[in-house]
């Protein structure tokens, strides 16, 4: 009885159709492969409402205004807080059997700011650095370029470079950090004066800037529209990618590195869901994927195997040993030193 039959089906959908499955993830821009999460929604049915920002305020907004998140992707140094006011849903282990397939290492530095290793996966991570479209950058200059921070915090460098565009990401943590540590201090340990004191630094190198973005600069970039950025390593080597003279520097001062992590917020409508996203992501294979779309380094360390010759000694992707001595992982900052930094970053970044 194909009537009755077709009666029904239309009196069910509405049921079916609330039956729906949907997780909401928030990550980062530009930091996952589209086919991944077609492919997690048609093995399992769970519809994924996906949200990207690029700023850590941004998410920290999100996750203090009460929506319903089930997955998000802080950095490491928001952890303790995020842990601390009860913002995030312990994982269950048992439903996470690709968990084995973490780096350890990044899970012994994690377990520092999230005991036991309860509450976050490594993701995604890499360095902060310089992209470079040398020819340019050494028209603009005038010759072969240092690698340093000089090239930002030194105005004189600066004023130079401006007329072939120089950005600087909208990450106020890193770029407090990196100029500290230019100047031989840490963010972290200095004081209130001494930070307040990098305005003068930053006032020098404002006018001489494009913009302060962490989004723009990756097209930007790859069409040759900057010479140097304040990057993020896989958005720079994205540039390189597109076939830009763009190379990917982690000046001899040193530099930061960040763990980006997968977590249930306490406001997760399904974090049953959520962990199987998560253990979905953890799967070798698509952490391989996600690496190989992204260039970022994984937080899988069973995903080289699937990288491929040609990525897995992409130089610049997985920083080598020397490279490796001159990064230190994004510092952890007491309310105090948080409220300068907002000072000083709020009146570089809006002039306010
Ligand atoms: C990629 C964003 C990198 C995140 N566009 C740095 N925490």
Redesign the pocket.
């Known amino acids: 009885m194909p009537r009755l039959f077709a009666t029904l089906l239309l009196a069910l959908t509405p049921l079916l159709a609330s039956a729906e499955e949907v997780i909401r993830v928030y990550n980062?821009?530009?930091?996952i492969a589209p086919q991944v999460l077609k492919d997690f929604e048609a093995e399992t049915g769970i519809r994924v409402e996906y949200h990207t920002f690029?700023t850590a305020e941004e998410l920290k907004d999100a996750l203090a205004s009460g929506e319903a998140i089930d997955v998000a992707v802080p950095?490491h140094d928001t952890l303790p807080a995020l842990i601390k006011s009860g913002g995030l849903h312990p994982v269950d282990f048992s439903l996470l059997p690709n968990r084995k397939h973490l780096d350890k290492q990044l899970l012994s530095t994690l377990v520092a700011l999230d005991p036991g290793n309860r509450h976050a996966l490594p993701y995604l991570w890499?360095a902060v650095g310089l992209a470079i479209n040398t020819p340019q950058a050494e028209a603009a200059f005038g010759g072969p370029l240092p690698d340093s921070w000089s090239l930002l915090f030194d105005a004189e460098q600066s004023t130079r470079l401006a007329s072939c565009g120089i950005s600087v990401l909208d990450a106020r943590d890193e770029t407090l950090s990196l100029l500290l540590n230019y100047q031989g201090h840490s963010l972290a340990r200095s004081s209130p004066s001494r930070i307040k004191r990098t305005s003068q630094v930053l006032d020098g190198l404002r006018p001489n800037l494009r913009y302060i973005d962490?989004?723009r600069y990756?097209e930007d970039l790859s069409q040759g529209k900057l010479c140097v950025a304040m990057a993020?390593v896989?958005?720079a080597l994205a540039a390189a990618d597109a076939g830009q003279p763009v190379r990917f520097v982690v000046p001899d001062e040193g530099s930061v590195l960040?763990i980006?992590n997968l977590v249930i917020p306490s406001s997760a409508k399904r974090p049953d869901l959520a962990h199987r996203f998560i253990n979905y992501l953890m799967q070798p294979k698509v952490a391989a994927l996600i690496t190989a779309e992204?260039l970022?380094p994984s937080g899988n360390a069973d995903s080289k195997e699937f990288l491929g010759e040609a990525l897995r000694n992409q130089p610049g992707l997985y920083p080598d040993r020397d490279t490796k001595r001159r990064l230190h992982a994004l510092e952890t900052l007491s309310d105090k030193h948080g409220a300068i930094r907002d000072e000083v970053w709020a009146r570089f970044r809006d002039g306010s």
């Open positions: 980062w821009n530009d930091y690029s950095s890499g962490s989004e990756i993020w896989g958005d960040f980006d992204t970022y």
